[in-house]
């Protein structure tokens, strides 16, 4: 690989190069697993993962009954009757997720769910999960989720014509959902880094996302794997901060998919404290993409604050 | 925390999205304006989960004995001065444990049950009996390793994390290795009749204590030859604790013997008639003056000591990994690294960006006690090492480097230093030339391929080298015009008990590991 040039209508830039050498980056990622994070700080860890967890369904069969069900469920994670257990030990009551995630047809339904709740509502869009589409229907598809009453949107990029070197179709193309998103929606950039596979191809997808307007990068949509690894994502963030060195912005990141245990959310958390900073330690700027993720939470909580393990069964499946 | 949370979601609720960057000023506000635009919607503060409670590994799993006796034909012999000194925790400053000053007399012990147990047994046992005791050893060391291991920690100052994930696994692995050489060395030297040397006197440094044990063992014992091993004075425990695992492994007295003390004792050993090899790893003043003691004597010689070495990061390089690579090769062990990366050379057009990035970095390393699972950098192995450490930095600042140590907290108790650079470096500084063997690292810049060569070449030292580079043919080139023992590239401090390690010029002569790590135990004919 080497630089590439991209134009808008003020003129051309480059993107320099910037190699990933395969072998560091995952002995890097490796090493933040190596954290023991204990008590106070492994709570406020698993409080703080419940805030940014995007819970998510994206099925052929979603139905009107199980995105409500979803949305219930990001509202209150745990039965009430399970809270006193907490108050007990002077814990805080279990937050709200950070936002619902569903297909364009499904928005107006968790629209009406989340309404007054302070959950965002994130739609897939452009052709989720292939992208394979007129770009002009892509974007009427975007402006129909906004309207519908979504506030964030998750795109795909065309890894086709970015596998064939179409970088400034790709970048156009980002730009133009962008604009679509409006005003209120924030934009999330789905690299799909498993169909990217090379550590420095995702290095220029999340460059080129971030000078295309994106608010977020997410590494994946769930439907290739491999999904959100550690390494791929340090790769993400390290381009995050490069980014934020040279334009004063801080763009978010969201891994998603594969991410099933609060261990796991844990390490992804200690990888962001470490190399973003406290800063990006927030929603705004840190997401997960999962859904089985949340119970699994729960259930660390739960065994933080009583000593013991609660069956799965005490925790709502949605 | 609850006010906390509640601040946050009161924040999250009134908060509007920040606004959209219009697509058509992304490059407009490409300016220098590199500072943060505005701070999160959240008053800044820290957060409990950032300070990472502390995760000590338990200290229960090790017994300490009051007091550690010389391990002669198999058992616990008390000094014939009846003299013991102090080991340290250097995290504490307090004492650990006493053990033993050995003297001439114990030393003639020693050497005299190596001499029986290489005429008697050792010498007689077929390699493949050999190689079932060092295999046995290698298994009792794994199976024992997390004692080993917090051991490690409290007498050395290094962090668990390394002991634990380095130091006692290679040292198993240098083990496991020589096991499988033991009954096949005429494959390793096809045609030669081989022969063990007799008696080597093994004497090993502070830095690496169970694993430099397992590195000059493991091939003496698979090539046949029997051995007085004197640890470091700072760190005689594990070496001590290695004496039980021989035990287990039901080794034949004598065969290893153990002889802790300074250097009066590693003195009565260099001196001693009937050794037929010494084999030191330590500092170069020391290391001369063992030669010096050895050169008018028929015992092989072998040495691994000091270093200054370079670590050349070129533009084309992947930087965030070479960060890494310069972190691990400085920090790594609080720098008390034979082979560490202590000169960094960087390419000047890259030097601002990448000394950026690396400032950045270290500021994550964290410092503290060894035993805490989340420790980076650890302490300072002694008292003395840490004052010739200060020493040094103070000459560093006078002569005009510019310095720079991490902010983060260290313990105010026992040594420990924090992460520290010196950037504006000339290579005729003393910190440019001078071992300095702690963590500092000494920053050089150089403009062209040649310049960085002519550099690294620069010094009386020839240990190892890094090369940072994504372009395969410029790795090559450089590699081979470097006087250096070990060269990695695109890594550092990466050690294997099947690579050979070893040093030119100052940094000594003779191999440990690999194939090559036989020839100073065999008389190859």
């Given at each position: 690989m080497s630089a590439i040039t991209l134009s808008t209508s003020q003129g051309k830039f480059k993107i320099p190069h910037y190699p990933i050498d395969m072998v560091?980056?995952?002995?890097?990622?490796?090493?933040f697993t190596k954290r023991s994070i204990k008590n106070s700080s492994k709570l406020e860890a698993l409080y703080l993962a419940i805030e940014m967890t995007d819970l998510t369904t994206l099925e052929g069969a979603d139905t009107v009954g199980r995105v409500k069900s979803l949305c219930?469920?990001?509202?209150?994670?745990?039965?009430?009757?399970?809270?006193?257990?907490?108050?007990?030990?002077?814990?805080p009551a279990i937050p709200h997720v950070g936002a619902v995630c569903v297909y364009p047809a499904m928005v107006k339904t968790a629209a009406k769910c989340l309404q007054g709740t302070g959950i965002h509502l994130a739609s897939v869009a452009t052709s989720f999960p292939s992208g394979q589409l007129d770009l002009s229907m892509r974007l009427k598809e975007v402006r129909k989720c906004v309207a519908d009453g979504a506030d964030e949107i998750d795109m795909v990029i065309s890894r086709g014509q970015f596998l064939q070197g179409n970088y400034q179709v790709v970048f156009d193309e980002i730009r133009a959902v962008k604009e679509a998103c409006g005003e209120t929606a924030h934009l999330k950039v789905i690299l799909e880094t498993g169909e990217l596979k090379t550590y420095d191809k995702v290095r220029l997808a999340s460059w080129m996302a971030m000078e295309a307007g994106a608010d977020f990068i997410k590494t994946s949509t769930g439907k290739v794997q491999p999904a959100a690894t550690l390494p791929v994502t340090l790769v993400m963030l390290q381009a995050i901060w490069d980014f934020y060195q040279e334009t004063g912005k801080k763009i978010g990141m969201k891994p998603a998919g594969g991410i099933r245990t609060a261990k796991q959310a844990i390490q992804y958390l200690v990888m962001v404290n470490e190399v973003l900073g406290e800063d990006w330690l927030t929603p705004d700027l840190f997401r997960f993409g999962a859904s089985t993720l949340l119970n699994d939470i729960l259930r660390q909580i739960f065994k933080q604050a009583t000593g013991q393990y609660f069956y799965q069964d005490i925790f709502s499946l949605d | 925390m609850s006010k906390k949370m509640e601040a946050r979601s009161l924040a999250r609720k009134g908060k509007a999205l920040s606004p959209p960057i219009k697509s058509s000023s992304v490059k407009k506000t490409k300016a220098k304006t590199s500072v943060p635009t505005k701070k999160t919607r959240d008053q800044k503060r820290t957060r409990a989960f950032t300070q990472y409670a502390p995760a000590p590994e338990s200290s229960k799993v090790v017994t300490l004995k009051e007091k550690y006796d010389h391990y002669i034909n198999g058992e616990f012999v008390a000094p014939s001065s009846k003299t013991y000194m102090d080991s340290i925790n250097p995290a504490t400053g307090k004492v650990l444990a006493k053990v033993a000053v050995g003297n001439q007399k114990d030393v003639d012990l020693a050497v005299a049950a190596a001499r029986a147990?290489?005429?008697?047994?050792?010498s007689k046992m077929p390699a493949s009996e050999r190689s079932k005791y060092l295999f046995r050893i290698a298994r009792i060391l794994q199976e024992r390793a997390r004692e080993f291991a917090v051991l490690e920690s409290m007498d050395g100052g290094k962090p668990i994390k390394e002991s634990r994930d380095v130091d006692i696994p290679l040292a198993a692995q240098h083990f496991f290795y020589y096991a499988g050489w033991a009954d096949k060395l005429e494959f390793a030297f096809p045609g030669k009749k081989l022969r063990p040397l007799g008696v080597c006197g093994q004497i090993i440094p502070w830095n690496f204590p169970l694993l430099m044990a397992a590195w000059k063992l493991a091939p003496a014992l698979a090539t046949g030859n029997t051995v007085v091993l004197k640890p470091a004075e700072q760190t005689s425990l594990t070496a001590l604790l290695l004496c039980e695992v021989l035990e287990e492994a039901g080794l034949p007295p004598g065969v290893v013997n153990i002889v802790t003390g300074a250097g009066a004792t590693g003195d009565a050993l260099v001196k001693h008639p009937d050794v037929n090899k010494i084999a030191f790893t330590g500092s170069t003043d020391?290391?001369?003056l063992i030669a010096r003691n050895v050169a008018n004597s028929t015992k092989k010689l072998t040495l691994e000591l000091g270093g200054k070495s370079a670590n050349i990061v070129f533009e084309d390089a992947a930087l965030d990994q070479a960060v890494?690579?310069?972190?691990?090769?400085?920090?790594?062990n609080q720098g008390h690294v034979c082979c560490a990366g202590s000169r960094l050379l960087v390419e000047e057009c890259i030097h601002d960006v990448f000394i950026k990035k690396l400032k950045k970095r270290m500021e994550t390393l964290r410092v503290g006690d060894p035993l805490d699972k989340n420790t980076d950098v650890g302490a300072i192995n002694s008292k003395e090492q840490w004052l010739k450490i200060k020493e040094l930095i103070e000459i560093g600042k006078k002569e005009g480097g510019d310095f720079y140590e991490v902010s983060t907290d260290a313990p105010t108790q026992g040594y420990f230093q924090k992460p520290c650079l010196f950037t504006g470096v000339s290579n005729s500084h003393t910190i440019a030339r001078t071992e300095i063997f702690g963590p500092v690292l000494t920053v050089l810049t150089f403009r062209t391929p040649d310049e960085a060569i002519l550099k690294a070449n620069d010094t009386p030292y020839g240990l190892a080298a890094g090369i940072w580079s994504e372009k395969g043919s410029k790795i090559h080139k450089v590699a081979s015009s470097l006087r250096a023992g070990v060269i990695w590239a695109n890594t550092y401090n990466k050690f294997d008990a099947a690579s050979p390690f070893g040093g030119m010029k100052e940094s000594g002569h003779g191999r440990e590991g690999g194939l090559q790590g036989l020839f100073p135990y065999l008389e190859i004919e």
């Open positions: 560091g980056i995952e002995e890097r990622a490796a090493s219930a469920k990001a509202i209150s994670p745990v039965s009430a009757e399970y809270l006193p257990l907490l108050e007990k030990k002077a814990l | 147990a290489y005429n008697n047994v050792w020391i290391g001369k890494e690579g310069v972190i691990n090769g400085i920090y790594f």
